[in-house]
C-alpha cells in the first residue's frame, strides 16, 4: 500500500466518545487526503493537506477535524462520535498535481463502528 | 451535485466476455480522468488513466474510451476474469481546485466475474 500505514485498522466505539485516526506515509509525498466510504456514496473527501499544518475541507467535513505537524502524519479526529460516521475510512497520498499527475495512493482503510 | 455519475451500480459477467462501466462528467474543466481498482478489504488503486486531448488507452486487457464532446469515459475489460472481480471507481480531477489537485469519485461499479 505505497509505504501507508494507517491505524487502527478497526475500531468499536460508543456514540459522544472522541476518536481519532491515524495515517503515516514513508513517501514523504506533500499531499495527503481523508475520505470515507459508504455504501451507494463511492469515496467523499472529508479533509485533505497540502502540506504541514496547512489544511482544507472537502465535501464531508463536518463533524471532523484533522491535524499534520510533520510531513508524514495526517490525523483525523471525531470530536464526538455519531452513529452517522461509522464508515469505513481511507487515507491517500498524491506526489504532484501538475496536469499529468494526480495518482492518489491509498491505504488499506480503518474501520470504525460507532455504537 | 454529483460532479462524477457513474454506471452501472453491479455488473456480473461471464469468464472471457467483455465488462463495459460507464462515467459521464459535467465539469469541462477536468483534466485527468483515472480509473481504481478495489479488492475487499483493500484499499483503491491506479488502474489506468486517461487525459482528454486522448481518445483511447490501452494497457493490457483495460482500455479507457474518452467522448470528450459526450463528456463521457468508459472502461472496458476485454476477456474478463475471475480475479478482476472488485469494484471498480472513476475519477476526475480539477486542476483549478487551489492547493490540492482533488480529485472527484463515482459512486463505484462492482463487477463479479463468473466461471
Same mark, same amino acid.
Given at each position: 500500500d505505497a509505504g501507508i500505514t494507517q491505524s487502527p485498522r478497526h475500531k468499536v466505539t460508543e456514540t459522544g466518545t472522541p476518536v481519532t485516526l491515524r495515517c503515516h506515509q514513508t513517501?514523504?509525498? #506533500?499531499y495527503m487526503y481523508w475520505y470515507r466510504q459508504d455504501p451507494g456514496h463511492g469515496l467523499r473527501l472529508i479533509h485533505y493537506s497540502y502540506g504541514v499544518k496547512d489544511t482544507d475541507k472537502g465535501e464531508v467535513s463536518d463533524g471532523y477535524s484533522v491535524s499534520r505537524s510533520k510531513t508524514e502524519d495526517f490525523l483525523l479526529t471525531l470530536e464526538s462520535a455519531t452513529s452517522s460516521q461509522t464508515s469505513v475510512y481511507f487515507c491517500a497520498i498524491s506526489e504532484r498535481t501538475g #496536469?499529468?499527475?494526480?495518482?492518489q495512493y491509498f491505504g488499506a482503510g480503518t474501520r470504525l463502528s460507532v455504537l | 451535485q454529483q460532479q462524477v455519475k457513474q454506471s452501472p451500480q453491479s455488473l456480473i459477467v461471464q469468464k472471457g466476455g467483455i465488462s463495459i462501466i460507464n462515467c459521464a462528467y459535467e465539469n469541462t474543466a477536468f483534466d485527468y480522468f483515472p480509473w481504481y481498482q478495489q479488492f475487499p478489504g483493500k484499499g483503491p488503486a491506479l488502474l489506468i488513466a486517461i487525459r482528454p486531448d486522448v481518445s483511447e488507452k490501452k494497457e493490457g486487457r483495460f482500455t479507457i474510451s474518452f467522448n470528450k464532446s459526450a463528456k463521457q469515459f468508459s472502461l472496458h475489460i476485454m476477456d474478463s476474469q475471475p480475479g478482476d472481480s472488485a469494484t471498480y471507481f472513476c475519477a476526475a480531477r480539477n486542476?483549478?481546485?487551489?492547493n490540492a489537485g482533488k480529485s472527484t469519485f463515482g459512486d463505484g461499479t462492482t463487477l463479479t466475474v463468473k466461471p
Open positions: 513517501e514523504n509525498h #506533500r #496536469r499529468s499527475k494526480n495518482i | 486542476p483549478h481546485n487551489t
